[in-house]
Nanobody, 123 residues
Framework: QVQLVESGGGLVQAGGSLRLSCAASGRTFSRYTMGWFRQAPGKEREFVATITWSGGRYYADSVKGRFTISRDNAKNTVYLQMNSLKPEDTAVYYC?????????????????WGQGTQVTVSS
């Protein structure tokens, strides 16, 4: 079992930055592909970014060049640095973990999910 706890969400003005963190329990964090997803009101949950065991990174086109996913295996933590935020980035952001070494970008069949953290970008 892996438990995921997100933090770092909040209210920010357009053009601002936030860094989300996701702390994972368990001793095998380095063997999980980690992903970030988001869900806006009335919309389906959508892929944001993923980072593989070996550090390979993939992004949704809508965030490419603005968001950066990273991981610190010593701290069992994955991060999402979000820059140049836009009102359309407003959503609940979820962290997810999967035991596959690579998860196709956009694949939502992750093994474990966090509870989410709210990000609100004002115009």
């Amino acid at each position: 079992q892996v438990q995921l706890v997100e933090s770092g969400g909040g209210l920010v003005q357009a053009g601002g930055s936030l860094r989300l963190s996701c702390a994972a329990s368990g001793r095998t964090f380095s063997r999980y592909t980690m992903g970030w997803f988001r869900q806006a009101p009335g919309k389906e949950r959508e892929f944001v970014a993923t980072i593989t065991w070996s550090g390979g990174r993939y992004y949704a086109d809508s965030v490419k060049g603005r968001f950066t996913i990273s991981r610190d295996n010593a701290k069992n933590t994955v991060y999402l640095q979000m820059n140049s935020l836009k009102p359309e980035d407003t959503a609940v952001y979820y962290c997810a973990a999967d035991g596959r070494p690579v998860v196709p970008p956009g694949d939502r069949e992750y093994d474990y999910w966090g509870q989410g953290t709210q990000v609100t970008v004002s115009s």
